[in-house]
């Protein structure tokens, strides 16, 4: 028995989350298992880019998180109202919930999760923040003995694609908004980008997740980028800085023995800032995200990726269900198995039957670096180029780079070749009267 899925949204997540459902192919087994059952928008005229049966396509979006069949509630369809009251109202219908909507989340997430706690149903939100990045399931279980005291992340796609843009090419925030907005990264209102609301939203929940309490919104300081300008970014420079919107939670009283959430004094700010070129989020640029978690004992970690978009959202929109349903297999299977044998939880247990194929080092595509010492003979390089011609091995580069114990030292640097040929064309080299060695021979990324 699979387990049906309600989506509310059928926009560029539910769309991503919809493509990655109806094509389990190579994916987790449990995907399989998913079944769309409904699917709840607002216009049933609009062209889709996914064809689905017009039967389970609906816009009486209540009748989904009230159907007694359906297992697990997505909400992609943003906004506050009427997201809010039906999540709360699939809470009520005992439906377990996942949802992308950090700005309901930020807002009335007390009253959200106070109510799944009292029904019994997990709220899941990893595409809430960083999009496909996984940081909410990492704050809630990978790092969960660690004592967190910083939060510091770029989370807002739009404002770091513009100001590295203003970083990049000189122009200024007006102007890049533009093409933002045109290329579609920033929304048609930018406003909750731009003026850092929308990372206000994701810090609340981050600094929620790791210091254990809840978060009033109106207390996270925030300022936008609109007051960023092109002179400030090219000081900034000349001193060895960029400047990126950044969100901040800070815990304060980690040097006392036993901290505890109660008296915990937390900063949650999102305001840019001028990060040192050194910095790995310095180099963090266009619509990617990312997100350092500082602890004790972990020390620093840092998270990376697509922060928005169709699929890396619907990757981690996906996650969250399978979670659920791999909770719900177990407590169906410990209801019905008969065998004794006890169910274990599908994404946690270890299941594979069979063996990889793993491929031969020999068939290999890259490229390489190689470094010969050869006697300073005339027609050498030559000869190396017409070997490696032979076995098909197409030069980037080859270069003498000049003399190492009278011996010339040739430095090629090849395009993509398979590693098969090169290594038979390197054999043929080695025994080149001329050739003295092979100094080093290694991979190119
Ligand atoms: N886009 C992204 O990259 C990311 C988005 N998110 C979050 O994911 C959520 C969805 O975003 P996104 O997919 O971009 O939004 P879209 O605007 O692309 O899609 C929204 C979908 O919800 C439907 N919808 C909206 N309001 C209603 C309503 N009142 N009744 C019925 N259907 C409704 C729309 O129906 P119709 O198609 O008929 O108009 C549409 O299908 C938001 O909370 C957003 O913040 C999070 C991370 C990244
Ligand atoms: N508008 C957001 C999209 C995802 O949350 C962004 O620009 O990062
Ligand atoms: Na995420």
Redesign the pocket.
Known sequence: MGFKIGL?????????TVQILLNPSQRHPLVQELELYRV?????E?S?AIDLPPSIIT?D?DAIVTDPDIDIVV?????LE??RLLILKAIAHGKHVV??????IARYGAEIFTAAEKAGVYVLLE??VG?GIPVIEPLKQSLCANRLHTVTGIIN?TTNYILTRMQTEGGDFASILADAQRLGYAEADPTADVDGL?AADKIAILASLAFGGRIKLPDVHCEGIRQVSAADIAYAEKLGFVIKLLAVAKREDLTTETPTTETATLQVRVHPTLVHTSHPLASVNGVYNAIVIEGEPIGQVMFFGP????G??AS?VVADILNIAAILKVERGAATRSNGQPLLDPLLACSHQDYCTIAPMSDLVTRFYVRFLTRDFPGVIGKLGTCFGNHNVSLESIVQTGLRDDLAEIVVVTHHVREGNFRTALDEIRVMEAVSSIASTLRVL
């Open positions: 509310l949204g059928l926009g560029t997540v539910g769309t991503g709840g928008v607002r216009s049933l609009k889709r816009t979006l909400e992609v369809m943003g906004g009427p997201a949802t992308a909507n950090k700005a309901a595409a809430a999009g796609g929308d922060g928005a978009g169709a890396p959202t981690a």
